[in-house]
Nanobody
Framework: EVQLVESGGGLVQPGGSLRLSCAAS????????MSWVRQAPGKGREWIAA???????YYANSVKGRFTISRDNAKNTVYLQMDNLKPEDTAVYYC??????????WGQGIQVTVSS
């Protein structure tokens, strides 16, 4: 059974940083593309970043230059380093697996709130 467990969310002031972690189990992590997706209040889900098994990284324009996705295959963990956070980054952030460019498993999500 695929399990994805996010951690590291919380409240941060504008301009601050947070690092999200996602511990994965139940599948071969090292060969799986991993993504982060977020859902802001009252909006649909937005894909924001992906990292492939060969460590190629891709980002949505909304977070490019501020967020960094990374992975540690020894720990079966994917990370999202979020810098220069803005109030519009407030959302529930989900870790997800991808196959053929399609999200196929989701974590339970974690709240990130950017507010002064």
């Amino acid at each position: 059974e695929v399990q994805l467990v996010e951690s590291g969310g919380g409240l941060v002031q504008p301009g601050g940083s947070l690092r999200l972690s996602c511990a994965a189990s139940g599948f071969t992590f090292s060969t799986t593309t991993m993504s982060w997706v977020r859902q802001a209040p009252g909006k649909g889900r937005e894909w924001i970043a992906a990292i492939y098994s060969d460590f190629r990284e891709y980002y949505a324009n909304s977070v490019k230059g501020r967020f960094t996705i990374s992975r540690d295959n020894a720990k079966n963990t994917v990370y999202l380093q979020m810098d220069n956070l803005k109030p519009e980054d407030t959302a529930v952030y989900y870790c997800a697996t991808m196959e053929g460019g399609i999200i196929d498993s989701w974590g339970q999500g974690i709240q990130v709130t950017v507010s002064s």
